[in-house]
Nanobody, 126 residues
Framework: QVQLVESGGGLVRAGEPLRLSCAASGGPVSMYSMGWFRQTPGKEREFVGGITWNGGRTKYQDAVQGRFTVSRDNIKSMVYLQMNSLKPEDSAVYYC???????????????????WGQGTQVTVSS
């Protein structure tokens, strides 16, 4: 059974960087697209960024484009979210997710991802 475990969250000041990691185990995750999502209380889980199986293509939501970077290391079964120039509105619980449907496509729909991590809290102070 595939498991995803996020780490790297914490409290940072606005403008500072933070890198989240997602460790995958238990299956051939390197063959599929991965995504990062975030959620704040009372709101829907929203797409942040994603990456195809080989890292050849990435996709981001407009609010993080140019500030966040998704990457992966398939040898280590890791996916990363590098977040730069953080803003208070980036505060949320961040989740990594695996889509068993897609390898060369990146969906921004949460319901297209079947396996999720437990989430890691990111808080950005102003």
């Amino acid at each position: 059974q595939v498991q995803l475990v996020e780490s790297g969250g914490g409290l940072v000041r606005a403008g500072e960087p933070l890198r989240l990691s997602c460790a995958a185990s238990g299956g051939p995750v390197s063959m599929y697209s991965m995504g990062w999502f975030r959620q704040t209380p009372g709101k829907e889980r929203e797409f942040v960024g994603g990456i195809t199986w080989n890292g050849g293509r990435t996709k981001y939501q407009d609010a993080v484009q140019g500030r966040f970077t998704v990457s992966r290391d398939n040898i280590k079964s890791m996916v990363y979210l590098q977040m730069n120039s953080l803003k208070p509105e980036d505060s949320a619980v961040y989740y990594c997710a695996l889509s068993w449907k897609f390898a060369a496509t990146i969906s921004d729909m949460a319901n297209e991802y079947e396996t999720w991590g437990q989430g890691t809290q990111v808080t950005v102070s102003s």
